[in-house]
Every structure is written in structure tokens, then in C-alpha cells.
């Protein structure tokens, strides 16, 4: 009840962080605010190494799951998310493959670069200011959808509608058309 | 095979339904130009997170053992109030977690297990580590969660 109650409040990084604070100290509706806001970057950052999308999801569970178990075993001093699940998740899947390599099944085609670890970026220091000077050439409302969106991890786009004043289809299509022009620069 | 989707930038945006994320993942594990298509998007969408500002670690707690020492001070000064007006504090009793790691218990129906749990927002640990409540598939015997 307490969580729903910080959700409708409006969750923001302080609802996270309150959140966090509770999940470490065991309340488990904290970990399920937590999963449901960050469980889809855990699963893109096992698809970006190119795992197949059904054992991306479950290796993503698996990852929260050890998280939740360190938690109640005492062993989680720290929570940060989402880098601690992605770190975790991507552990699992890179276990994996190695387990597959060593065990002489098929020769796995060549895997994507060693993937930076949860603390790296995706992008380098003048592929972020190219993308964010693109960005700011954009119209001021889908610059403001593009960031409700991706400031917000886990946020419906039913949601950032709402809060932006469009329909959900609207909010998906200035969402593409962000994405078009940005990955154009980003793969210039 | 379906044909090549054309929405796999809905599909990491999380805007398809489970109906054709199902189909989009079937033909992404049979098709190896789609599946690094996928892969492709899917770093993408997270290169736009570090876009609008939102690092890979944007929340951090730490287990406050102070704040809990500071509430026990608190409920333990109230309660000396009360005891001073002569109002008696009514106390709750403990609430028992509810277990949201369980596991398993036949290999051979692991998957059906697995899946039911999820769906009622258990998380299953296997293979077992510790003892943990154990999720029965309705399948097998009524969804229950019994102690192990």
C-alpha cells in the first residue's frame, strides 16, 4: 500500500531512491517497484550482447532473483540499479557461454566485443555531444517526450502521454522519429 | 518463417504486445539477420538512455543501519509518552513476509513451474541453493506454496 501510495505521488529519481532504501531493507513490494522499473534495461543489455530474447528474460529474472536472495542473506551492503542487475545478469549469460564453449558444442560465432561493464557507456564523449546537439535541433515537444521517456526507466508510454498531453500512438511515433535521427549521427 | 518484423525498435521500446512479442521473438531465434538487427536496436535504445542523462548506476542505497536505530529511539520515546498519558499503544503484530523466491521441486516440471510462478510474481531459484518455500504448478498440485 505504501509503495502504491509513492507511485501515484509521482515515483521521480526520490521515489526510486526510496524504494531502494526499502528493497535493502527487505520489503519485497520495494524489489517488485524496482524490477518493474528497471527489468527492461537488464534484458536490452543481454540483448545487445546478442542473446536470444527468451533467455534474455530469463536470465534477467534469474538476476533479480540472486539480487533479492543476497539481500536477505545480508550480503548486499549496496543497491545500484540499474548496474548491479545488469552486472549480474550479464554475468549469468556470459557463464553461460562459457560453460557451452568448454562442454564442445557447436563453435559459437564470434561474440559481440567484451562487453563494458556496467559502469562503461555506451557511447563516447563526442558521440554523446553529437547526439545530444541533434537532439537539440529536435522541436521542443519531442524533445520533452524523449526525455519523460528515457529519464524515467520503466515509465509507460501510457504514462508519458498523459503527462505530456498526446496520445500513446503520438508518443510512440516522436519516440521513432527521435530514435531515426539519432541513430543517424550515432552510426555516422 | 514470418516475415522480417519491421516494429523491433517498438520491441525494445517495450510498445508490443505480448501477443506479437511472442512472434517477433519466434523469428528472431530463427533468424540470424534479424536477431543482429535486434541486437543492434537493442544498443541503440540503451545509448539513448546515456542520452537523456540517465547513468547505468542512477540510483544508489545503502543499508542505513543507523536510520533503523533512529526509528527503534523513536517508537521507544513515543511509547514512553503514551506510558506518561496513560494511553496504551495498540501493537501490531509482526507481518510475516511473503516469500517471493521460491523453487521448484520436480526437475521434469521445471518449465510449467516456472512459469506459473512468474506469472503470480514469484521468482524461482534453481538450481536449489538453500532451503526456500517450494511453488507447486497448479498443474501439479493446486499452486501452493509450502515450506521446504
Not at chain 1, 87 to 93: D, S, V
Not at chain 2, 28 to 54: I, N, P, S
Not at chain 2, 95 to 118: E, M, S, W
Amino acid at each position: 500500500m505504501r509503495s502504491r501510495f509513492r507511485r501515484l505521488l509521482g515515483v521521480g529519481l526520490l521515489g526510486t531512491q526510496t524504494f531502494a532504501d526499502d528493497a535493502l531493507a527487505g520489503e519485497d513490494t520495494a524489489w517488485q517497484e524496482l524490477i518493474a522499473q528497471h527489468n527492461q534495461r537488464v534484458i536490452l543489455s543481454l540483448l545487445a550482447l546478442g542473446c536470444d530474447p527468451r533467455r534474455a528474460r530469463e536470465l534477467a529474472h534469474d538476476a533479480w532473483a540472486r539480487l533479492v536472495e543476497q539481500q536477505r542473506l545480508g550480503r548486499l551492503e549496496r543497491l545500484e540499479l540499474p548496474g548491479l542487475a545488469i552486472k549480474q545478469a550479464r554475468f549469468l549469460f556470459f557463464d553461460e557461454v562459457r560453460r557451452r564453449k568448454s562442454g564442445g558444442e557447436e563453435e559459437l560465432s564470434a561474440l559481440p566485443d567484451p562487453a563494458p561493464s556496467a559502469e562503461e557507456r555506451y557511447l563516447t564523449r563526442v558521440q554523446l555531444e553529437r547526439a545530444r546537439a541533434a537532439l537539440a535541433r529536435c522541436p521542443e515537444s519531442a524533445r520533452r517526450v524523449f526525455q519523460i521517456v528515457y529519464e524515467n526507466p520503466g515509465m509507460p508510454h501510457a504514462e508519458a502521454a498523459a503527462q505530456v498531453g498526446l496520445s500513446v500512438q503520438r508518443v510512440r511515433q516522436i519516440l521513432c522519429e527521435v530514435r531515426k535521427q539519432l541513430r543517424a549521427v550515432l552510426e555516422e | 518463417m514470418q516475415p522480417h518484423p519491421d516494429d523491433l525498435d517498438l520491441y525494445v521500446m517495450g510498445a508490443v504486445s505480448d501477443e506479437r512479442r511472442e512472434e517477433i521473438e519466434a523469428h528472431v531465434m530463427a533468424c540470424a539477420d534479424c536477431a543482429a538487427v535486434l541486437a543492434r536496436e537493442a544498443r541503440l535504445e540503451l545509448a539513448l538512455v546515456e542520452v537523456a542523462g540517465a547513468p547505468i548506476a542512477s540510483i544508489r542505497a545503502s543499508r542505513r543501519r543507523p536510520r533503523r536505530l533512529l526509528i527503534a529511539a523513536g517508537f521507544l520515546a513515543a511509547a514512553g509518552v503514551a506510558a506518561l498519558f496513560g494511553t496504551r499503544l495498540r501493537s501490531r503484530p509482526p507481518v510475516a513476509p511473503t516469500p517471493i523466491v521460491v523453487t521448484c521441486p520436480l526437475d521434469n516440471h521445471a518449465r510449467a513451474c516456472v512459469d506459473q510462478a512468474r506469472r503470480h510474481g514469484l521468482y524461482v531459484q534453481y538450481p536449489i541453493r538453500r532451503p526456500v518455500p517450494i511453488y507447486e504448478s497448479p498443474n501439479l498440485a493446486g499452486g501452493v506454496i509450502a515450506d521446504n
